[in-house]
């Protein structure tokens, strides 16, 4: 199963984000499809958050995201975040 | 220069910053992001301090720490050298000298000159010798000046130094701050003098004089037994404030002497006595109204 149809998954990776981000909102906040950087964003999320983002998830799954081209592309949404961690 | 108000925020050492930050929102509705414990710890000092009173656009932040982001910087070693990995950007970026600073003067909304300054031993007391000069040089019309420190687990190790005991004396996080300004009007007090002595004589000497009357005196954890009976003898009468037992004890907690001095003693001047870590004598005389 893609990670984007795992309900579970996304919701890890939406707490995910709200921990290490630092974040004063829940999981219900952020939506599977929204923008999850720039001014664009609901959430609002930056370059540092990014990075933030990216070493926690090396610690936690183990996956390197190694520049920041696909950094940009994985992170745009739950959507395709929960996709690069469980492609299949 | 004159203290319009002070804060004396102290706590039992925390591990989360959560509690802290439900408390924060009592007095700013600012979401402060990324920060860690040293970071809250000021901004809770210096808000309670302002009591949400607006602040000039060009008042100064003078931050005195020993130990700085302790936290974070233990985080990032850990990170680096035990875990092998990278260490995390908002945990780096903390561990940055003035980033407390910039989160005081950006909450503040103040675009005045923000340092962070940290002298072994005696930091609280050379921010106010710093402000005081700036005041003098017109640089400055209003600052804040803190004492801020996470708790450490040494206390033992810094009261073997004077082989005194601990025992009486609980370590807490702490965050005491001065608004300080030029004029008199509105003041609660007055730092009158900061003064350094290589010698406990000429210390004594100096302060039979400059000593108000009636008198609180307290020591700083470092002051000697010996030197104890010394500031004793040359202010005969003087009432001690035994704040570390009161209140426990921070790396900046000259701080908190001086904070809780105004909060708490109208009338009446303090003489608080601390030493260098070199062994010099550091006197700060102030007044409350």
Redesign the interface.
Known sequence: MKGSSDKKLKDELKQLIIDECDLDIGIDDIGDDDVLFGSDSPIGLDSVDALQISIAVQDKYGLVITDSKTLRKVMKSINTFADFVRPE | MYVHSSSAFICDPVDTIDGMKEDLKKYTDY?F???NKFIMLSLMGVHQCIHASPVSPSAAVYLATENGNLGDTENVLEQIYR?N??P???NF?NTMSNTASFYVAQSLKTLGRSITLSSKNVSFERALELAKTDFELNHITEALVGGVDEAVASLDERCAKNHESCHNIRMVEGSCWLRLKPEKDGAAGEIIDVRTFAEMKAAARWIEGAAGSPVTLAFGIFTTPADRIEWRHALPGAEEFDYLSGYGYYDTAAALAISAFFLRFSGRSLVHANMTADGQHIVTVCKSY
């Open positions: 979401y992001r990324r920060i875990k990995s990278f995390k950007p908002f970026i």
